[in-house]
C-alpha cells in the first residue's frame, strides 16, 4: 500500500504545489502519493503561480501537471500525513477534523526539520521572485528529511 501525503497551504498555488513537486522529486512514485491542496477555494483548477513553476523548473521539477484544488473532509480518509504551511493552515484544516485521529495527521511543516519550533513557510504570492527561491530552499531542506523518514 502507498503512503500518501498531503502539502497543504492557502490558496494551492504558490507554496504547496511546491512541496508536493520537491517531495515527489525524492520519493519512489510506485511506493509513495504526493499531492497538495489550498484551504481557500480562489484558484480552484488552476496551475501553480508561474514563479513556482519557475524556480521548481530551475531544478528540474515539474509543476505543469498540478491544477489547484481545495482541502475536503474526505482528505483526512485519503491520505496518512497532512503537512501544512503556516499556523492559519493548521487552524482551517484542524477545524475540518472529524476526530483526534485525523488532527494527528496534520502538522507544520516546518517542524519536520525543527521540532517544536512552530515556524511557518512564508506566503511568497505578493513578494518577488526571491521569496519563491526562499520557501524552495526551506521546503527542499525539509523535504529531505520527511523523504528520509518516510523511506525508513
Not at 86 to 105: C, W, Y
Not at 139 to 146: F, W
Amino acid at each position: 500500500m502507498k503512503a500518501k501525503i498531503l502539502m497543504v497551504c492557502l490558496g494551492n498555488i504558490c507554496r504547496s504545489p511546491l512541496a508536493e513537486g520537491i517531495l515527489q522529486s525524492k520519493l519512489p512514485k510506485q511506493d509513495f502519493l504526493v499531492d497538495s491542496a489550498g484551504t481557500g477555494a480562489w484558484h480552484v483548477g488552476q496551475l501553480p503561480d508561474p514563479r513556482s513553476i519557475e524556480v521548481a523548473q530551475n531544478y528540474n521539477i515539474d509543476l505543469t501537471n498540478q491544477r489547484a484544488r481545495q482541502f475536503t473532509v474526505e482528505d483526512f480518509d485519503t491520505f496518512d500525513r497532512i503537512y501544512v504551511m503556516d499556523q492559519s493552515n493548521f487552524d482551517n484544516v484542524i477545524e475540518l477534523a472529524p476526530n483526534d485521529q485525523a488532527k494527528a495527521k496534520v502538522k507544520l511543516i516546518l517542524n519536520e526539520l525543527n521540532p517544536g519550533k512552530n515556524q511557518e513557510v512564508p506566503d511568497p504570492y505578493f513578494g518577488g521572485p526571491g521569496g519563491f527561491y526562499n520557501v524552495f530552499r526551506m521546503l527542499n531542506e525539509t523535504c529531505e528529511v520527511i523523504a528520509k523518514d518516510l523511506r525508513s
